[in-house]
């Protein structure tokens, strides 16, 4: 058994805590990347010792395994939580996919992209990231499905839909939310091949600005 020496000492007289840590490697992740998530740059941008990190944390691998963690039970479960979500039709479905797009808290599009830009220094991230990708995939596969698309047909949609998203956030595409919602009926066409009634698109405004809102 291998035994955290740093935990027989006593506890650092700090004022951060677990969480503290957590929440500066992610934004630094985030804001600088990987590179810079080293124990000695965090501690200095928290205003402690090294020592303290240790108290937390068996090694940085610990630390980076959370940063994963958040990054799974985040941008993927929500995804995942939204495709699968009961609608009365494929519309309905794909405004709840969009929302969570649209909030950055159920789906944080820089913690995606710098979890991707980790992958090219870390061959196990990759792995993660097609993990991630298929999961999110089938359950928009398993979406359209639901609404009675055949399976090859299905598969072809949710990645036709899940692509599209991906893309317009490495692209870094800024619009405003009136300007994207204007493209929605012709999206709802391309990615369903079903038109939107005039009552279905507002049901959608209302369910996608939902998530707007929460930012």
């Not at 490697?25 to 240790?54: D, H, P």
């Not at 068996?58 to 495709?83: G, H």
């Not at 820089?110 to 298929?134: G, M, S, T, V």
Request: aromatic share 12%.
């Amino acid at each position: 058994m291998t035994v955290n020496v740093h935990k027989l000492q006593p506890r650092p007289q700090t004022k951060v805590t677990r969480e503290d840590w957590v929440d500066i490697a992610l934004n630094t992740l985030i804001e600088e990347g990987i590179e810079q998530t080293k124990v000695m740059i965090l501690a200095k941008k928290l205003g402690v010792s090294r020592a303290s990190f240790y108290w937390y944390f068996e090694d940085k691998k610990d630390l980076l395994d959370e940063l994963i963690n958040i990054w799974r039970s985040t941008n993927t479960q929500s995804l995942i939580e939204q495709a699968l979500k009961p609608a009365s039709g494929i519309v309905e479905s794909i405004a709840n996919v969009f929302s969570c797009w649209m909030d950055v808290k159920s789906f944080n599009p820089r913690l995606d992209a710098a979890i991707r830009a980790w992958a090219h220094q870390d061959k196990a991230i990759n792995q993660w990231i097609d993990d991630e990708d298929a999961k999110r995939l089938d359950a928009i596969k398993t979406m359209f499905t639901t609404h009675g698309y055949r399976a090859k047909e299905a598969f072809i949609r949710a990645r036709v839909l899940y692509f599209m998203q991906i893309g317009y956030y490495a692209l870094e595409i800024q619009e405003s939310f009136d300007t994207r919602f204007s493209y929605f009926e012709p999206y709802i066409v391309s990615f369903t091949g079903v038109k939107p009634t005039k009552k279905q698109i507002q049901q959608a405004r209302e369910i996608i600005y939902a998530g707007v809102s929460t930012q």
